[in-house]
Structure formats: structure tokens, C-alpha cells
Antibody
């Protein structure tokens, strides 16, 4: 059974750093992409970026480029989303999701999702 | 890249059909047959309902169907049921080698 299990809720202060995780199981971790999606309170889904653990190919949405870093450790089947300096506007639910490959080299639609990690940034 | 455009809300009576539109550009919806639709119930993670414009993943009811014409994709739900009440999001692959979501549509089953 494919599962994506995310790390627990976080409460942080502005300008602190944070790294949240997403552990995949039940499939070959290096053969699928892992993407991250933001959902601010009461708002819609936003595609942040994605990584292919097999070769570390990483893509970012222009809105999130330079704001976050996506990485993966294939030895423990875990992907990460990290911030170096949090802002109050980073308060949101963050989902990881698995995608297959389309057009030989591109990330496809998300077929399995994690349960979400709630990040709250407040002074 | 801008979010795809969806109506904020739609509603329908049980047993009836509704259609949700998703409008993009030739750089996303119009340029690729890689449009997906997701259902999200309150407090839950999204669920893939349609991929590649009109394909249903295993386990998704055939009451859900998708189509595309030009820069606009559509999701149709027939035989509306109370459990269909949820938020629906379209998503498209883009010429920037990334994906973009629509703003979301709240479906109310009357």
C-alpha cells in the first residue's frame, strides 16, 4: 500500500528556520516525483515545487523559487521542504504528494497525498 | 504563472448534473492534455478524480467525467449525491515544466 506520512504540526516564530518531512512507503521511492502543495487558511491549493529523488531533478513554481528548498534522502525514502527564515505569511497546511512521470521526463498529476503538516508562524 | 480560473461556487440538486469549468491559456490547459481534477473535503487531503483530461483513476465513480476544448477544461458530475459536496480544483501541466492549480470551486448539493 502506497503511503506518504508527513511530520507533525509545527509552531514557530518569524525568522526561525524549519524543515518538514514526507516519508514514502509501499513503492519505489526513487521512481516517482514528490511534490509540495501549500494551502493557506481558508484558501485554495498552490503548487510549490517538486523533486525526483532518483536524480534530484527539482522544479519550483516561480512564486516559491528562492523562498523554500525542496530536497530528498533516498536512503530513508524521505522528502523535505525547508525554510531558512519563516514569515507569518508562511502559516498554512503543507501537503506532499507523489506523482508519476509523463512525457518521459516531466512530473505528472499527484496520485497519492500525505496527511498534511500544519505550520503556524506567530510571534 | 497565474492560477487557472474556476467559478467560486456551483450548486445542484441530488440526482442532477453540474459542470465546473477551468480556464487557462495556451501555455497550460490549451497546450497539453495533462489536466487533472481533485476533490477536497473539509479537513482532508485532496483526492485525484480525473487525470489527462478525461481518465478516471481506479475506484473513482463513473459519475465523474472530464473534457477539454481549447483553453478550457471541464469537470462534469452526474447523478449528484450528498457526498459529492466538496471543493474541486483543476490543475494543469505548464510550459514552465511545473503545474498550476485553479482557484477552486465549492460544490453545494442542495
Amino acid at each position: 500500500e502506497v503511503q506518504l506520512v508527513q511530520s507533525g504540526a509545527e509552531v514557530k516564530k518569524p525568522r526561525e528556520s524549519l524543515k518538514i518531512s514526507c516519508k514514502g512507503s509501499g513503492y519505489s521511492f526513487t521512481s516517482y516525483w514528490i511534490g509540495w502543495v501549500r494551502q493557506m487558511p481558508g484558501k485554495g491549493l498552490e503548487w510549490m515545487g517538486i523533486i525526483y529523488p532518483g536524480d534530484s531533478d527539482t522544479r519550483y513554481s516561480p512564486s516559491f523559487q528562492g523562498q523554500v528548498t525542496i530536497s530528498a534522502d533516498e536512503s530513508i525514502s524521505t522528502a523535505y521542504l525547508q525554510w531558512s527564515s519563516l514569515k507569518a505569511s508562511d502559516t498554512a497546511m503543507y501537503y506532499c504528494a507523489r506523482t508519476d512521470t509523463i512525457m518521459i521526463t516531466e512530473p505528472g498529476p499527484a496520485d497519492y497525498w500525505g496527511q498534511g503538516t500544519l505550520v503556524t508562524v506567530s510571534s | 504563472q497565474s492560477a487557472l480560473t474556476q467559478p467560486a461556487s456551483v450548486s445542484g440538486s441530488p440526482g442532477h448534473s453540474i459542470t465546473i469549468s477551468c480556464t487557462g491559456t495556451s501555455s497550460d490547459v490549451g497546450g497539453y492534455n495533462y489536466v487533472s481534477w481533485y476533490q477536497q473535503h473539509p479537513g482532508k487531503a485532496p483526492k485525484l478524480m480525473i487525470y489527462e483530461v478525461s481518465n478516471r483513476p481506479s475506484g473513482v465513480s463513473n459519475r465523474f467525467s472530464g473534457s477539454k476544448s481549447g483553453n478550457t477544461a471541464s469537470l462534469t458530475i452526474s447523478g449528484l449525491q450528498a457526498e459529492d459536496e466538496a471543493d474541486y480544483y483543476c490543475s494543469s501541466y505548464t510550459s514552465s515544466s511545473t503545474w498550476v492549480f485553479g482557484g477552486g470551486t465549492k460544490l453545494t448539493v442542495l
